[in-house]
């Protein structure tokens, strides 16, 4: 025999976890990790901008969770630059205002050999990586601070922490995207905005499709987990609510790993 959950419980799960009033932008938030930590903020309650290249998909995507009820829009930026770092940030705030979350998700990864890497290949994976999220926290960070209320999640990579399958320029930049994420954590925490990192195993999203393509890379991948299995995009969803939301308020500066026990197996 089941029951309703009590209005009592809904109120205390309402608290810790919704998102309600509370306004998102999250980069890559049409593919991967990034479409589903959308879905995930837009449905806990959160007005979403999901911020990405292809228009198509962030069309698809807008118009799927509007369609149930949720609050959401577009930006179609390039964030391999500067000024197309700017425009974003500035066209994002301008759906429902300045946010209290952000998410940088967006990342590229190209894995030639180490002695192959051109500093083209090292300055476009810095740009988008790394440049990209410092200079959204600095258009974002201060102002949440203000407000006495901001959350940063940034996503990385197992290559931050253990080098495999050609880490490369990847592995740098994320490694530096943690260390970011503490220095921001050290200069807004006292004043009310969390800084923290998801840092996935290997995930079968687009960004990974050339391994995924590789029956026995995924196979040996999965076998390094403890769950059994690699991981999905949807895997995100409720540590990114978390990370998002009230819970998490004495949370920052860390590096939360959701991947199955690979790092630790």
Request: aromatic residues 6%; negative net charge; contains cysteine.
């Amino acid at each position: 025999m089941t029951t309703e959950p009590a209005p009592a419980a809904h109120a205390y799960l309402s608290q810790l976890f919704s998102l309600h009033g509370r306004v998102a932008v999250v980069t890559g938030g049409s593919s991967g990790i990034g479409r589903a930590i959308t879905d995930a903020l837009a449905r806990a309650g959160a007005s979403v901008v999901a911020v990405a290249r292809g228009e198509a998909r962030l069309a698809a995507t807008v118009e799927e969770l509007t369609s149930e009820g949720c609050r959401a829009a577009w930006v179609g930026a390039d964030l391999s630059t500067r000024e197309g770092v700017r425009a974003a940030a500035e066209r994002a705030v301008e759906a429902f205002g300045e946010p209290d979350i952000l998410v940088n998700s967006a990342g590229i990864n190209v894995r030639p050999p180490m002695d192959e890497l051109t500093e083209e290949d090292w300055d476009m994976t810095m740009a988008v990586n790394l440049e990209a999220p410092f200079l959204l926290g600095q258009r974002f960070g201060p102002r949440m601070a203000e407000r006495g209320y901001g959350r940063i999640l940034h996503i990385s990579s197992q290559q931050a922490h253990r080098a495999f399958v050609q880490s490369g320029a990847y592995g740098a930049s994320k490694g530096a995207l943690e260390s970011l994420a503490r220095s921001q954590a050290e200069a807004w925490s006292p004043r009310g905005v969390t800084c923290n990192v998801l840092v996935p195993g290997f995930v079968m999203t687009p960004l990974n499709a050339r391994l995924s393509s590789d029956p026995e890379k995924v196979a040996a991948l999965a076998a390094r987990t403890m769950i059994g299995r690699n991981g999905l995009a949807e895997d995100f969803a409720g540590a990114a609510v978390f990370l998002a939301g009230p819970a998490s308020g004495y949370i920052t500066g860390q590096s939360v790993f959701v991947d199955g026990g690979l790092s630790v197996h």
